[in-house]
């Protein structure tokens, strides 16, 4: 069953609930009120008879006085006196109508009851079936005041009542389905919309579609975020394939001269041993810049998924472990450091590789035997150099794939230390920051954010 269906089934139903309630109830108020005036007249009818009935002269009793039909000017009312054997004494009609005798009457007559109303269906002389309220009341000693009134007037209204009430809540239900049905059609027309995108989005795998949702409802937000998450998979797409065009293009460089190299080689050249010696050892760096930018790629390929765990991490721990690496890589340049306690959350070869990549930056453009500053302190890590500095033109690059500079270009690396540092810290809620010291030389501030400095 289709969703719009089931909107417009449910809407009718409560309608239908609701107007077949309130019919009803309000057929059954009608019918009390109507019922209730007859038992009025009955009553005062009664009343009337007993009176007069009270006040006649004994001696003319069973005479003319019994004749409320005439005297109490309530032609419709029959009245007839019956004893506890349900026998009619007497009637103001001709005939007694033994048939309104019921059991109740009788026991009125007898004192078992008080009084008695009642519904009495009688067959008439002429064939019809007559719908009569019946009344009794105690009236002398064992005997009851029976009176009657034919109420045919109250049942046709009610008849007519009940075609009415019919008529209205079929038409307010098949008005109220039809409503149904176009208020759902409303209702779903942004939702079917959205349905369209998205199936478009599936079949034709077309992320550059919006859904261009406008408004501040609900659904608007839903299409908005909808068109976020489209616009946050073909960012991560193009970054992908923007890695995957760079490392290729950037893998060829080493290949190519690494082929050269090899095809001289095995075309015996150079004659010289020596030299032969050289262009081997040549070969074996290539490799080695090679497979550590293969390493690199895999490392930032790797970045997102974090399949490390996240634990507390002693920052100067980390950063004093990779300043005694780089003094045995770096002989000739001075580490000088300063590190305080500080603990982060966070995923430790992770962290050591964006700090170690620092370093490795500092010291490799350090002049000889020049300096590099550590400092750690509360979840910040930074590292000071006197190097050339970078250029204020190239500050906004460094942290870009494959960027050097192009007085790096003698210099070993594959320019992708920092931008690995950049997504290691903000992989980890931080970020890393380029100062540039009035005195020369370039500060590296690598902080995190989940700093719990002790
Ligand atoms: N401390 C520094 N002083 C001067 N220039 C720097 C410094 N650190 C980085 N740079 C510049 O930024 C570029 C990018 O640095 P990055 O660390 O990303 O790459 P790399 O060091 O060249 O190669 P890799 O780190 O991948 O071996 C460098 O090539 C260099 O031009
Ligand atoms: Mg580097």
């Known amino acids: 069953m289709t969703y719009w269906l089931r909107v417009t089934l449910l809407t009718t139903l409560a309608v239908a609930v609701a107007v077949v309630g309130a019919s009803i109830l309000m057929y059954l108020a009608v019918q009390r009120q109507l019922v209730a005036q007859a038992d009025q007249t009955l009553a005062e009818t009664a009343e009337f008879v007993i009176e007069i009935n009270r006040r006649a002269d004994p001696r003319r009793r069973g005479g003319p006085f019994f004749r409320p039909t005439l005297i109490s000017g309530r032609p419709d009312v029959v009245a007839q006196v019956v004893t506890a054997s349900g026998e009619v004494t007497r009637a103001d009609v001709q005939q ?57 007037e109250i049942d046709a209204a009610l008849a007519g009542l009940r075609d009415l009430l019919l008529g209205v809540s079929a038409g307010g239900i098949a008005l109220a389905a039809l409503l149904g049905a176009i208020v759902a059609r409303a209702v779903l027309a942004p939702v079917t919309r959205l349905t369209w995108a998205i199936e478009e989005v599936g079949r034709t795998r077309d992320l550059s579609r919006r859904v261009g949702a406008t408004g501040r409802d609900e659904l608007a937000r839903l299409g908005r975020s909808f068109d976020d998450m489209l616009m946050a998979l073909e960012m991560s797409l193009r970054q992908q394939r923007q890695l995957v065009a760079d490392a290729s293009h950037e893998l060829r460089t080493p290949l190519t001269s690494l082929r050269t190299n090899l095809e001289l080689l095995a075309r015996g050249h150079p004659a010289d041993p020596a030299e032969r010696l050289q262009v081997l050892d040549d070969v074996v760096a290539q490799m080695e810049r090679l497979s550590n930018l293969v390493a690199d790629l895999i490392d930032l390929a790797r ?82 150099d006197h190097g050339p500095g970078i250029a204020p033109e190239d500050e906004a690059k460094v942290f870009d794939r494959f960027w050097r500079a192009a007085n790096a270009r003698h210099l070993p690396g594959s320019g992708l230390g920092l931008s690995i540092v950049k997504s290691v810290a903000e992989a980890h809620g931080g970020s890393v920051t380029l100062e540039r010291p009035s005195d020369g030389g370039a500060r590296f501030r690598l902080h995190f954010a989940a700093a719990a400095s002790s």
């Open 303 to 384: 970045e997102e998924e974090m399949p490390f765990p996240v634990e507390d991490v002693r920052l100067d721990d980390i950063a004093a472990t990779a300043v005694s690496e780089m003094r045995a890589r770096y002989p000739r340049v001075k580490f000088r450091d300063e590190l305080r306690p500080t603990t982060i959350r966070g995923v430790r070869p992770r962290i050591a590789r964006a700090v170690t990549n620092l370093l490795d930056n500092a010291a490799k453009w350090s002049p000889p035997y020049g300096v590099v500053e550590v400092s750690v302190e509360g979840g910040e890590v930074v590292v000071r």
């Open 96 to 152: 007694p109508i033994t048939s309104l005798v019921t059991g109740e009457v009788k026991q009125v007559a007898t004192g078992q009851l008080a009084s008695y109303y009642g519904d009495v269906y009688v067959q008439g002389s002429d064939g019809n079936r007559y719908h009569l309220r019946v009344h009794a009341v105690p009236f002398g000693q064992g005997q009851a005041l029976q009176l009657a009134r034919l109420v045919d």
